[in-house]
């Protein structure tokens, strides 16, 4: 597989599946969390000021602390609000725009393309099935959240709320699979997981409950569950690199950090540049007939001995794998800078905002109404094209407080369109990415082509300079 970045040994991230591991290892991986966090709260006015620069609205530069940075940044962007019990969080719609818009449907398509159907598990699983496989039950017992009585009356049974399905599901699996020609079976399900080993959360990071989707599937050879870990695998990279403008590489957990009941685990580790160390982003498991022989997933062999007796019957080889809102968090931590938030145009909830400049007490209304008019008319060919854009027509407003505004939000884009542009038939552009960079693009017939190119510019340009980054800290 790929060179991998030095990383420490964690405790495995939001969506990480945890494998065996001493108490040893768990309190030394505590102390190596990256960025890490005392403790939470809403962002405060931090007494670090920028180094550079006015005081606009991240009150601290990202290189002096980047853990209280990255808690303005999340919160001040409008990407989450914190709830009243630590580790859980109230997700805005910017942050669901890249889950639910982007990375959903894009994901969906790739794994309906292999015949992988959707489903949902109920989110109550009973203690016996997590018990039932002991080495699974000891890589998540410290993570178990229990329900233990409804209403004022006490369970007989105590429920975990699921930290994972693989048990949940393959009690099922059990009864569903019945031949050889039901297989592969593969099914994935999005939905919330709760986790409450650790002490520390950090928003998206580590939290204690978090959004992802699971994939579990059974195959009759392990060849072909072998082939679609590694595919699931090239697709997870593909959402960090494609869509998030995140360097990855492809890797392979050791045997102590492998998935609890996997024969392997593939993983994909991240970067973050400021601390010049590598997070883990997603990880694929094989997990070989461990389940299938513990919750009896067999089948019969389809082949036969050369005396044409039959042969045993097979146990199915297993696959899960998953992926989390842990990557937005990569995102913020990868393209952020000390103004705010820095958004890749592929998943940004608005890639364009248009800001009317030049507009004064001596223009006329008629003047004013016609600026309007022509914004109006470019953003609805903006619109025509698929490119996400919103017009910033308030007029309580300057236009300076707009642009500080609209960069800390993170928009790509910037057009500031005023009188003296429109005469000379263009539009004034600047970057979120390189900040003071201005540049124009005339109002022709290849407007909106134009725009949607600089939009991919910067996307590449994300990139490439993160990836630059990576490659920079990296043992080859």
């Known amino acids: ?34 960025p890490k966090v005392k403790k939470e709260k809403v962002p405060q006015p931090a007494s670090k000021k920028k180094s550079e620069g006015p005081l606009i609205s991240i009150t601290v530069a990202k290189k002096d602390d980047l853990a209280e940075w990255y808690s303005q940044v999340i919160v001040k962007s409008n990407m989450l609000a914190f709830y009243d019990i630590s580790g859980c969080y109230i997700l805005e719609s910017k942050t669901m725009h890249i889950w639910e818009e982007t990375i959903k449907p894009w994901f969906k398509g790739k794994i309906k393309s292999i015949g992988v159907k959707d489903c949902i598990y109920p989110l109550l699983i009973p203690e016996e099935y997590l018990t039932k496989e002991k080495d699974h039950l000891e890589g998540f ?57 650790f002490k520390h959360p950090m928003p998206f990071i580590r ?18 569950a072998a082939k679609e870990v590694r595919q699931i695998l090239d697709w997870y990279a593909d959402i960090y690199q494609e869509l998030l403008a995140c360097p990855v590489v492809k890797g392979m957990k050791t045997t102590k950090e492998k998935f609890a009941g996997a024969d392997y685990t593939t993983t994909i580790e991240g970067f973050v540049p400021l601390t010049g160390r590598g997070i883990q982003a ?28 039959k042969k045993p019957p097979i146990f199915a080889y297993q696959n899960s794998w998953g992926f989390t809102t842990r990557s937005i968090g990569v995102m913020v931590l990868t393209h952020g800078d000390d103004t705010g938030l820095v958004l890749p145009p592929r998943v940004a909830e608005h890639q364009v905002v248009i800001v009317p400049v030049g507009i004064n007490n001596k223009m ?21 094209a698929n490119i996400r854009v919103m017009n910033d027509t308030r007029d309580y407003l300057t236009a300076g407080q707009k642009f500080n505004e609209w960069e800390l939000q993170g928009i790509p884009l910037r057009l500031e ?38 939009l991919e510019t910067i996307q590449s340009d994300l990139f490439r300079r993160a990836d630059e980054a990576y490659r920079a800290h990296r043992k080859q």
């Open 1 to 34: 597989m790929a060179d991998v970045a030095e990383r420490p040994k964690d405790a495995e991230p939001d969506g990480g599946k945890p494998g065996k591991r001493e108490k040893k290892d768990k309190k030394e991986s505590q102390a190596k969390k990256e």
């Open 141 to 197: 017992e410290a993570e178990v959240a229990w329900v233990t009585h409804g209403g004022k009356s006490k369970l007989e049974k105590r429920l975990a709320i699921r930290p994972t399905s693989e048990t949940a599901m393959y009690t099922h699996y059990a009864k569903s699979i019945q031949s050889y020609r039901d297989l592969p079976h593969k099914r994935n399900q999005w939905n919330s997981v709760v986790r409450w080993e």
């Open 207 to 224: 939290s204690r409950e978090f959004n992802w989707q699971e994939g579990h599937t059974a195959h009759l050879t392990k060849d072909d």
């Open 282 to 309: 997603a990880t694929s498991h094989h997990l070989g007939q461990h389940f299938s022989r513990m919750f009896n997933i067999k089948v019969e062999d389809p082949s036969t001995n050369e005396d044409g007796t």
């Open 364 to 384: 006329t209304d008629e003047d004013k109404a016609n600026l309007y008019k022509k914004i109006s008319d470019l953003e609805d060919r903006m619109v025509s």
């Open 417 to 454: 369109i005023g009188p003296k542009d429109l005469e000379k038939g263009v539009v004034t552009t600047s970057r979120r990415d390189i900040q003071g960079e201005k540049g124009t693009i005339q109002i022709s017939d290849n407007f909106t082509k134009d725009i949607a190119g600089l």
